[in-house]
């Protein structure tokens, strides 16, 4: 399983209304290939910066299936009239977990 976990940086007074594009891109991502979840995530100590988590089986998934898709091209069509930056994108995998 691989996290994708996109720093976003968000025009001030924009926040409602990026929270809501995101809301409405959701189906985007659930629908895609090896999509397993999505999750946004405020920046307490930051207001204006979001973390978006998405799960994908593989980083294909994300970097070839998703982001060459027309869902990829709605998605960024909601949510970047929002962006104060450009997204900082990383992927990653569990090493350790306390779940076990």
């Known amino acids: 399983m691989i996290l994708e976990t996109a720093e976003l940086s968000v025009t001030p007074g924009h926040e409602a209304e990026f929270e809501a594009a995101v809301r409405q891109a959701i189906p985007l991502f659930l629908a895609s290939q090896g999509c397993r979840g999505v999750r946004l995530h405020r920046v307490t100590e930051t207001p204006g910066v979001y973390r978006l988590l998405v799960d994908w089986e593989t980083?294909?998934?994300?970097t070839v299936h998703f982001?060459?898709?027309?869902?990829?091209?709605?998605w960024r069509s909601l949510v970047?009239?929002?962006f104060a930056a450009a997204p900082h994108v990383t992927h990653s995998e569990e090493a350790l977990s306390s779940a076990g």
């Not at 980083?59 to 994300?62: G, I, Q």
């Not at 982001?67 to 709605?74: E, N, P, Y």
């Open 80 to 82: 970047s009239p929002h």
């Open 59 to 62: 980083l294909e998934d994300h």
């Open 67 to 74: 982001r060459g898709s027309d869902a990829f091209a709605q």
